[in-house]
């Protein structure tokens, strides 16, 4: 059964810089893209951003340029470090996995977390 568990959300000031990780396990994830997505009060969940299993990168325009996202494919993590946390960064942030190459459409992944809140305040 694959689980998926993230970690590193809390109540943060504005300007500050925050990591958060997610660690997979229950199966293979070779081949996997492994992404974040995130969710605020009212609004749909967002795609925030992604990473193949060769290591390709990519990032929604709200949050590129101040965030990285980097995973361990020996141990099935994967990390989002923001810096320059905005108020309109508050979220409920998820991660997910689905087989093959990374896709910015969260109805095309498999796996789920079950989220971190984020807050930050102004």
């Known amino acids: 059964q694959v689980q998926l568990v993230e970690s590193g959300g809390g109540l943060v000031q504005a300007g500050v810089s925050r990591t958060l990780s997610c660690a997979a396990s229950?199966?293979?994830?070779?081949?996997?893209?492994m992404a974040w997505f995130r969710q605020a009060p009212g609004k749909e969940r967002e795609f925030v951003a992604a990473i193949n299993w060769s290591g390709g990168k990519s990032y929604a325009e709200s949050v590129k340029g101040r965030s990285t996202i980097s995973r361990d494919n020996a141990k099935n993590t994967v990390l989002l470090q923001m810096n320059s946390l905005k108020p309109e960064d508050t979220a409920v942030y998820y991660c997910?996995?689905?087989?093959?190459?990374?896709?910015?459409?969260?109805?095309?992944?498999?796996?789920w977390g079950q989220g971190t809140q984020v807050t930050v305040s102004s």
């Open positions: 229950g199966r293979t994830f070779r081949n996997f893209a």
């Open positions: 997910a996995v689905r087989g093959g190459n990374a896709t910015p459409r969260y109805g095309e992944y498999a796996y």
